[in-house]
């Protein structure tokens, strides 16, 4: 997170914004797990009014939640590969302004057969 952090601290951020970093996960465990470290890494600064917004997405909320959030806007998402597709397929998720992609524990979401749901993110 730290070299995410830092790469986005000299940009004027807007309002409403749509998502420049995903992180994927392979269990909603691992996604609020990391989502609570992200949150400590791009809260404010003493001094400063720099804050990038985290938005963490997986399965078992209901997605019209997730839509909420995502419509008050967002710099980096943490999400399972499931409910990310399941938001673009609904057209709720926009990745057209992603710059920086990881994949947290990738061998484990291979291991799971997220393998082809990997592939339809990055396309």
Known sequence: MVPIVEQFRNETLKANRRPKVIILNPTRELVVQTANNAEILT???P??????????????VDWRLHEQQLNRGSDIIISTPGRTIDL???KILDL???????????????????KD???????
């Not at 057209?96 to 057969?113: K, P, T």
């Open 47 to 60: 001094g400063d009014s720099f804050s990038l917004k985290v938005v963490k997405l997986y399965g078992g």
């Open 117 to 123: 749901d990997i592939y339809k993110i990055l396309q």
């Open 43 to 45: 809260g404010e600064f």
């Open 88 to 90: 673009c397929d609904r």
């Open 96 to 114: 057209s302004d992603i710059r920086i992609v990881v994949f947290d524990e990738a061998d484990r979401m291979l291991d799971m057969g997220f």
